[in-house]
């Protein structure tokens, strides 16, 4: 028994070693959603900017727009859809108008946010009217700053 008793202390000394490892390398990530709710949707980035003030200065010309602040940055998102195609569609019509815009993914679980934005993405699926993309876009980010951010 004596021979095992090393062999096993010390094997158990090395699995928590490495667990402990293994695990130090998940903490910085971002979280993963876990709910059945969570839908990936297509967020349409607009610039990513290092001061508050600079921002503003520089989303003047959209009538709505979002904005995240991660790691002291701030990004600024002028269009969400759910579908890849309205996405590129959207990222088209700000291209059109002399705007470089990048798509970002990401996760939301506010099902209500979810089922309006399908409403939306069915509209604008239907067309390819720009005031019509204008709009829709306005609409879609209005309600989620009502919805999602609470704001009125």
Not at 70 to 84: P, V
Not at 108 to 116: A, G, I, K
């Amino acid at each position: 028994m004596r021979k095992y008793l090393f062999p096993m202390i010390s094997s158990l000394f090395i699995g928590l070693f490495l667990a402990f490892f293994v695990i130090k390398q998940y903490e910085n990530l971002d979280g993963l959603a876990v709910s059945s709710n969570a839908k990936e949707l297509y967020y349409i980035q607009r610039g990513v900017y290092s001061d508050l003030e600079n921002m503003k200065n520089n989303m003047k010309d959209f009538e709505y727009y979002i904005y995240n602040t991660e790691d002291n940055m701030f990004y600024t998102y002028i269009g969400i859809t759910q579908d890849k195609d309205n996405a590129l569609k959207i990222q088209n019509y700000y291209k059109s108008l002399g705007y470089d815009t990048y798509i970002k993914q990401k996760i939301t679980d506010n099902q209500n946010f979810v089922s309006l934005l399908s409403k939306y993405d069915e509209i604008l699926k239907g067309t390819n009217d720009n005031d019509s993309i204008k709009t829709i876009c306005n609409q879609v980010i209005n309600r989620y700053e009502e919805m999602v951010n609470n704001k009125n």
